[in-house]
């Protein structure tokens, strides 16, 4: 890991929702606080199970949010991308964390030490009610994961999988099909709730479909209506 000395504006963590919300004063506290990193990918910015000492504001890449079990699998929570913040779940709770951040590719990210983040919380109703709505959302998002998991069969977690994916990760606008985000099988795996063996398997079989094209690594959607039914998602 590599520091970054960088302006507050530079780093774009003014663009996050929860500071957009900083009385100028406020602002400047972040400024003076926040520490920015570089990090590579694979590289780690915090473990599970660790007390957290603050929040990240990610700036541009991506992280996975893993927690392992006793067998040492991953299981992949879900992904932070640039205008994110992260770990304010259990500092607000003021739990240890229970997940670990791992760097999918090259990131930067900015932390805000724990008293300054729970500082202006109390002093500012408009940023609550922010943290209270990305809760909220965060909550229903886990509920309908559990819900997946237990409902639906593998074939079908995975179509929503990779929807899932093209939605988050499609940022390019000269391959709008393609999921803009090289993930390995056993990550794709790790989303779904199963064996990387079974995901290569079905990618094979939606591929004979013609549901998706496999260009290396990336993932092409090629008919996005027949995922969606397979998945049974809303239309």
């Known amino acids: 890991m590599h520091r970054a ?27 003076a ?24 504001c990610i700036v541009s ?6 927690r392992t079990n006793h067998d040492g699998k991953e299981q992949i929570l879900r992904f932070a991308q640039s205008g994110d913040v992260i770990a304010y779940r259990a500092l ?3 739990e240890p964390l229970v997940s ?12 805000i030490p724990k008293h ?13 009610k922010e943290l209270m709505k990305a809760l909220s959302h965060e909550l229903g998002v886990v509920e309908e994961r559990v819900q997946s998991l237990a409902q639906k069969s593998v074939r079908e977690r995975l179509a929503e999988a ?23 099988r056993e990550d794709i795996a790790n989303i779904v ?21 496999l260009e290396g690594k990336k993932i092409k959607i090629l008919d996005k209506a027949k995922l969606e039914k397979i998945s049974h998602a809303s239309v």
């Open 92 to 94: 607000i709770a003021d």
């Open 5 to 31: 000395n960088m302006d507050y504006k530079l780093c774009e963590s003014n663009k996050i929702a929860f500071l957009n919300h900083c009385t100028p004063d406020q602002a400047a506290l972040v400024e």
């Open 116 to 128: 300054v983040f729970l500082g202006i919380i109390d002093e500012n109703a408009a940023m609550s």
């Open 100 to 111: 670990s951040a791992v760097c999918v590719e090259e990131t930067i990210a900015c932390f």
């Open 162 to 184: 990779l929807l899932f994916l093209h939605t988050t990760f499609n940022a390019d606008s000269l391959n709008p099909d393609v999921i803009a985000i090289t993930l390995p």
């Open 61 to 66: 890449g991506v992280i996975k949010l893993v």
């Open 33 to 56: 606080s926040k520490t920015c990193a570089s990090y590579r990918k694979g590289e780690l910015l915090f473990n599970e199970s660790a007390t957290p000492l603050g929040v990240y």
């Open 193 to 213: 709730g199963t064996a990387t063996e079974t995901v290569i398997r079905l990618l094979s079989e939606f591929k004979g479909d013609k549901l998706i094209e």
